[in-house]
C-alpha cells in the first residue's frame, strides 16, 4: 500500500544522543513536513520541504534538523537530544503545498 | 497572533447529532481541514473547505463562514467508532498550516 513510512515507530533515548528519525513516501509527493504533537496542544511543525533539495524551518525548529536530498526521503535528526523533545513525530506528505495531507503513523520518542 | 479554538472535549450519545465548532484569526487563508485522529494513530483526513458553505460527505458534514472565522463539522448518526479526536486546521496567506489543539469527542452508548 503506497503511503507513508516512517521509523522506528518508538525510541527511547538518552538525553545528549543523537538521534534520526527516517520517512519515506512512495507517492511522489513534493511536499513533506515534520511535526510534533504534544498533549493538550495543536500539531507543530518543526521543518518542512515544499520540493528536493530545499528545506525550511518551522514553528518550533530548535535542536532538530532536515535534508530533502530526493522526492522520496525527508529524515529528522535531533542532535543532542534533550527530555523536552518527548513526543509523538509525524512525518507528512502532500502533492503541493494546497493539498490534502497524508501522516506517516508516527514515531513515539521518549528522552530520558 | 495566529490562533485556533476548537472545544477540549464533548460527549455525544450513539446515534445522535453532534457539531464541533472551530473558530480561527490567521493572517490570511488558504482553506481549512477537518481530521480525525484515534487514539495513537495518525490523523487521518475528513474533509476540505475553502469557499463559504456546507460540504457534506456521507455521515458528515463540514460547514465555513470566512467572514466570521468560523467552521464546524456536524457528524450523524453517530457510532461508538466515532469516538475520536478532531482536529481543525487552517492555512494562512503563507500556505502554512495553523492546527487547533483536537477536540476529544467521547461517544455513550
Known amino acids: 500500500i503506497a503511503g507513508i513510512t516512517q521509523a522506528p515507530t518508538s525510541q527511547i533515548l538518552a538525553a545528549g544522543r543523537r538521534m534520526t528519525l527516517r520517512c519515506t513516501q512512495d507517492m511522489r509527493h513534493n511536499a513533506m513536513y515534520w511535526y510534533r504533537q504534544d498533549l493538550g496542544l495543536g500539531l507543530r511543525l518543526i521543518h518542512y520541504?515544499?520540493?528536493?533539495?530545499?528545506?525550511g524551518k518551522g514553528e518550533v525548529p530548535d535542536g532538530y534538523s532536515v535534508s530533502r536530498a530526493n522526492t522520496d526521503d525527508f529524515p529528522l535528526t535531533l542532535a543532542s537530544a534533550v527530555p523536552s523533545q518527548t513526543s509523538v513525530y509525524f512525518c507528512v506528505s502532500s502533492e503541493t503545498n494546497t493539498g490534502e495531507l497524508f501522516f506517516g503513523e508516527g514515531s513515539r520518542l521518549t528522552v530520558l | 497572533g495566529q490562533n485556533i479554538d476548537q472545544p477540549t472535549e464533548m460527549t455525544a450519545t450513539e446515534g445522535a447529532i453532534v457539531q464541533i465548532n472551530c473558530t480561527y484569526q490567521?493572517?490570511?487563508?488558504?482553506?481549512l481541514f477537518w481530521y480525525q485522529q484515534h487514539a495513537g494513530e495518525a490523523p487521518t483526513f475528513l474533509s476540505y473547505n475553502v469557499l463559504d458553505g456546507l460540504e457534506e460527505k456521507g455521515r458528515f458534514s463540514s460547514f465555513l463562514s470566512r467572514s466570521k472565522g468560523y467552521s464546524y463539522l456536524l457528524l450523524k448518526e453517530l457510532q461508538m467508532k466515532d469516538s475520536a479526536s478532531y482536529l481543525c486546521a487552517v492555512r494562512d496567506s503563507n500556505y502554512q498550516l495553523i492546527w487547533g489543539a483536537g477536540t476529544k469527542l467521547i461517544i455513550k452508548p
Open positions: 490567521t493572517s490570511g487563508f488558504n482553506g
Open positions: 520541504s515544499n520540493t528536493a533539495g530545499t528545506t
